[in-house]
């Protein structure tokens, strides 16, 4: 997944020296990495997984029959349904016009569309209420037409949306920036249409960038906390994500329940990071690829 | 070949008939649909009302009500329901809470404590305090709180209603104590929030910073919570201590009406909270460590309530807007007494 | 009138670029600018007095403190992992690999209740500092613990793709001119890995400043000590203060925004003075 072994392979004695650092140092650096991440990553990983299973496989398996449970997993998958099919088409379409064409104020698009990454979970949230809450600027509007945003699922849709916004952008833009705009130049010269060009010469060359944003995209839609806690209501077996569960059922005393639901969204989260982690694989193969085949 | 015709020509006089009552909507049973605002102690206390309220309805009129909860800081829950929650009834902390519902929101009339008996407060409790076993510290009244290395345990005064009862039951103890000396009340209170190391958002973090992450000699609670944590967590690890002068909490109910109007559930809405004042209500309110109002659940549990000298907010504060105003506002007493 | 762009064959800049800003507009700016709105509702000197209250004045540092320290603990730390993941084989390599983006995935109170369960004295790790005489749950040092949590990724994964890229002629050049390792290192690698060390930072940074979810588990929350800005804006909240939340939020946006067209300019400096060949 990296082109480093590819390198050492061929490389020499004197290269070896320049590039490879002695073992202690290795050793030394290694563990370092290790022990950071075991602070604060491995070791709250496993407790997770240990508080889930504190008191046996039993009680762990039973809260994922918990119709309550259920209905959470549901409301999760929907918002992920809706926020990535729309996040992904506003990062084609903005990676291409972005891309693709020079305009005046490229900068301060780009730096726009990554703002909701940046923007702390509780104004999320807090935006929405301002506008779509009975007291907000749409409240009065949307009360004569009966229409719920907040509180019931679009709001949470919405949130989720927001959160999600800049990670097929910000995953594509790049990279096809850096691909340039030659080969659909060329494409389009020698009669292709534009659909035809998209389709057959751009779509190839971004696919897997693509589908790298589209997975980070879902890990955040299906993790958010701070936000849909702002326009959720907190209806239980209703408005209530996966991550809102797990803070009920901790407030319940019932953490192993709470530690069990958690679990399902780490294993969500590694599952996701596994597919992540392939994709990456495969997108440098076929760069890799791509090189090998332009240098003689 | 009679037997069946003469079954099948029923079969379709009924569904007429049936489908006739349906049109003019005199269906035969309704399904009803109530969502409970709450705050967060009560989440046990009505998952078995709830259940208890929907039998009884169910044996009273046929109709199946379904009870939808939510909970969450007192505080929190009001601001939602004023924000376009669609809460049927709200069930909260504090009278303050409800009246700001009715003022900013319109969403019931501004006399809504005439509502139901008791000031709309069904059920009442107070606070008081959970220490370690054998209470270690020795801690027996509000004076040894603010005694060096005794370490409190309360959630925020802004964010929690619980936490205000607890600030206000010490200022109140503090005014007797002082003899209303301002000035030595507002040191005492000063001392005690010196010597709490953590404020929670909610009371339930608190509890679980207070029995499971083992901080602090001694918990301000709720007592139903208290005794929740006692059950939940075992006798053999904390034990409950009454002071001597504590707060009378009458946590309230209401129907929401406007809501209700709309939704055509205003009967079931009131029938529900009413429910909460029957014996039945009353038994599963005592049950859930709530002191019940009525003299036979109250009898019935009365072991389970240490007696304690409880004065009211109004008798001390003249009242919820007036203690808001004065303590917890942005720039007041309590905001004042925390900076240094 | 010169148009905005410049003539290009291809087609759909009208029609991609419309439906890029629309649905912008629709999901952020115009959310976005509610917030703003409802901050006009204040007089200046209400405003002023909202954002610069002294409790508020002590979450900013505290926010502002931690954030900062969790991205340059994440600058030294990202670094030796993405240098060990880009040169080093060892035992293990792929599941760290794909674990280092899990803070990102993993939801906020999920992080925040593990990690209070963990560093608290009752926790494993607690367990281990409290005889010490350090305590980390409840303290600025746990606000720091979760922030660094939270921005571990981002440092990783600005800095190892241009590990990966480098070319190892430039560390031989410097070898066979006489170089040692940690003088290769300064002179030449630093320099190269300074943009994306830089962006890294700045988006932990970013992404510190406004976390709510794992903070407010771990943090105590205690006025003047503990309490971060996002956590002020919801008493501000709790309390009614909707303008006086706005307000606050209006600071942050602008301090986010800023943050990140830092960044963009950088990048875009960066391109234009090492333009590709």
């Known amino acids: 997944m990296n082109p480093t072994p590819r390198l050492s392979r061929t490389e020499g004695g004197s290269r070896r020296r320049a590039t490879h650092d002695p073992r202690w140092m290795r050793a030394l650096l290694v563990g370092a990495a290790f022990l950071f991440l075991g602070l604060f990553l491995f070791v709250p990983l496993a407790s997770v997984f240990a508080h889930a299973l504190a008191k046996g496989i039993g009680p762990y398996l039973e809260t994922f029959q918990d119709p309550v449970t259920l209905s959470a997993i549901r409301l999760t998958l929907i918002a992920a349904a809706v926020a990535v099919p729309l996040n992904t088409l506003f990062g084609v379409c903005a990676a291409w016009a972005i891309a693709k064409f020079d305009f005046r104020g490229k900068q301060v698009l780009l730096t726009l569309i990554d703002l909701p990454f940046s923007v702390s979970p509780v104004i999320s949230g807090l935006i929405y209420v301002l506008l779509f809450g009975a007291q907000g600027w749409l409240g009065p509007w949307l009360a004569e037409r009966d229409l719920q945003i907040i509180f019931a699922i679009p709001g949470i849709l919405l949130a989720t949306l927001f959160v999600t916004f800049p990670f097929v952008a910000r995953e594509l833009i790049p990279l096809m920036q850096a691909q340039g705009r030659m080969e659909e130049e060329a494409a389009m010269v020698l009669g292709a249409s534009g659909w035809k060009t998209w389709w057959r010469v751009t779509l190839p060359n971004i696919k897997w960038g693509l589908l790298y944003g589209i997975i980070l995209c879902n890990a955040r839609a299906m993790g958010e906390f701070g936000a849909v806690s702002v326009v959720s209501g907190h209806i239980r077996g209703q408005t209530n994500t996966l991550p809102l569960h797990v803070e009920i059922l901790y407030n319940e005393y019932n953490a192993v329940a709470a530690f069990a639901v958690a679990s399902l969204l780490t294993l969500l989260a590694v599952l996701t990071l596994a597919l992540k982690s392939w994709v990456e694989g495969k997108q440098a193969a076929s760069l890799a690829a791509a090189s090998a085949a332009t240098s003689p | ?340 | 009138m010169r148009h905005l762009r410049q003539r290009s064959v291809l087609p759909g800049f009208g029609l991609t670029l419309g439906y890029s800003l629309l649905y912008l507009g629709l999901i952020v700016l115009i959310p976005l600018a509610s917030t703003f709105l409802k901050t006009t509702t204040l007089s200046w000197s209400e405003f002023w007095a909202a954002v610069s209250s002294p409790r508020v004045v002590a979450s900013y540092r505290l926010s502002f403190g931690a954030s900062f320290l969790a991205g340059l603990v994440n600058c030294l730390a990202g670094l030796v992992v993405a240098w060990v993941l880009v040169r080093y084989e060892f035992w293990g390599k792929r599941l760290v690999d794909a674990l280092v983006d899990l803070p990102f995935a993993l939801p906020t109170a999920v992080a925040g209740i593990a990690l209070t369960t963990l560093y608290a004295r009752t926790g494993w790790i607690g367990a281990w500092l409290e005889p010490l005489g350090i305590s980390v749950a409840f303290t600025p040092l746990g606000v720091f613990v979760a922030l660094t949590f939270i921005g571990l990724p981002f440092v990783v994964r600005t800095v190892q793709p241009v590990l990966q890229d480098l070319e190892p002629e430039l560390e031989e050049a410097a070898a066979s001119l006489g170089a040692n390792r940690w003088q290769t290192f300064r002179r030449i690698l630093l320099p190269v890995l300074r943009p994306a060390l830089l962006t890294g930072f700045a988006l932990a940074f970013a992404r510190a400043l406004g976390e709510y979810g794992s903070v407010v588990f771990i943090s105590g929350n205690m006025p003047m000590k503990t309490e971060i800005t996002p956590l002020l804006i919801i008493t501000k909240l709790e309390q009614y203060d909707y303008a006086g939340a706005t307000a606050l939020a209006a600071v942050m946006l602008v301090i986010s925004f800023a943050l990140l067209l830092a960044i963009n300019l950088l990048h875009w400096w960066g391109s234009r003075h090492h333009a590709p060949a």
């Open chain 2, 1 to 340: 070949m009679t037997p069946p015709r003469f079954h099948r020509s029923r079969t379709v006089l009924l569904s007429t008939l049936s489908s006739l009552l349906l049109v003019t909507g005199v269906a035969l049973a309704k399904d009803f649909r109530l969502l409970n605002v709450s705050y967060d102690p009560t989440r046990e206390l009505y998952t078995e009302f709830n259940a208890a309220f929907a039998r009884y309805w169910r044996e009273k009129t046929g109709d199946t009500v379904v009870i939808q909860q939510s909970h969450g800081g007192s505080g929190k829950q009001a601001r939602s329901v004023i924000d376009g929650l669609r809460a049927d009834v709200v069930t909260l902390a504090l009278a303050y809470d409800i009246d700001v519902i009715a003022e900013r929101a319109k969403l019931l009339p501004a006399d809504w404590q005439k509502q139901f008996p008791h000031n709309s407060a069904p059920y009442t409790s107070t606070i008081v305090f959970v220490v370690r076993k054998g209470n270690p510290k020795g801690i027996r009244d509000w004076g040894d709180l603010v005694k060096p290395g005794v370490s409190v345990i309360t959630p925020n005064p802004k964010t929690s209603g619980g936490a205000r009862w607890n600030y206000l039951a010490a200022w109140a103890w503090a005014l007797r104590e002082f003899h209303q000396d301002e000035t030595r009340v507002r040191e005492y209170v000063r001392q005690l929030f010196r010597n709490v190391p953590v404020l929670d958002i909610g009371a339930r973090g608190s509890s679980t910073t207070f029995a499971q992450r083992g901080i602090g000699d001694v918990f301000l609670s709720w007592e139903n919570e208290a005794h929740l944590l006692l059950k939940e967590l075992g006798t053999d690890k904390l034990e409950l201590v009454m002071p001597s002068l504590s707060l009378l909490a009458e946590p309230p109910v209401a129907v929401v009406e406007r809501v209700t109007r709309k939704q055509g559930n205003e009967a079931v809405a009131r029938a529900y909270l009413e429910y909460l004042y029957s014996e039945e209500g009353q038994d599963i309110v005592g049950k859930h460590f709530y002191r019940p109002r009525s003299e036979a659940a109250a009898a019935k549990y009365a072991a389970q309530f240490a007696p304690v000298k409880l004065v009211t907010i109004d008798e001390v504060f003249g009242g919820w807007q007036a203690a808001q105003k004065v303590h917890f506002a942005e720039g007041g007493v309590f905001d004042q007494i925390t900076r240094r």
